[in-house]
């Protein structure tokens, strides 16, 4: 009797020092995670949070993620940043974007994406990049049974269709390339919202 109450002592015993161990390597993981410097992270980088910075390299590219990839549309890229409207190309959507390449904002007149790039204009320039997104998923084709769309800014543009070729609020469509949630119809012109 007294041998078997001395086992089962033991092996509560040891089921314990099983448990500590456990629980101390885990604490101990969390205490090395917790350990990296917070002081060191700077400004922009506290800012940067949401959907669009969350790495994936399992699905198809968002929007965003299509845009930040192309060497031709860094203007854009550099627009929506100023912007601050990296979470919104990045919902599930779908959402069509009208991207814009380099050349389309070089034809601007001269010091106008400068300009809006400065701090005191975001809001305008969120509402010249809204001007470029709409709710849906498009191909160039289908658009063609289109007069106008709604865009993100709460108007609308036109649709043109001249031949085989699609133009939106003026803008030609050059490529489109399908994401992960909706399209990017590259357009050869930056599309200004109508005066209000």
Known sequence: MKTRHHNWLLSILIMLLLLFVIVGCKQGAKTEKSET??????????????????????????????????????????????????????????????????????????????????PENKDALANILKHHVTPGNYSKDFLKKFKKLGQANDQNTTIEVKGDDVYVGGAKIVASVKAGNGIVHVVDKVILPPAQ
């Open 37 to 118: 410097p917070t002081a060191t992270k700077s400004a922009e980088t506290a800012k940067k949070q949401g959907q669009a910075f969350i790495a994936d390299d399992e699905s198809t590219p968002n929007v965003l993620q299509i845009a930040i990839g192309s060497p031709d549309h860094t203007t854009l890229v550099a627009a929506v940043q100023a912007a601050d409207l990296e979470n919104a190309l990045v919902n599930a959507g779908p959402l069509m974007v009208f991207a814009p390449t380099n050349a389309a904002f070089d034809a601007l007149p001269e010091g106008t994406v400068d300009d809006l790039l400065k």
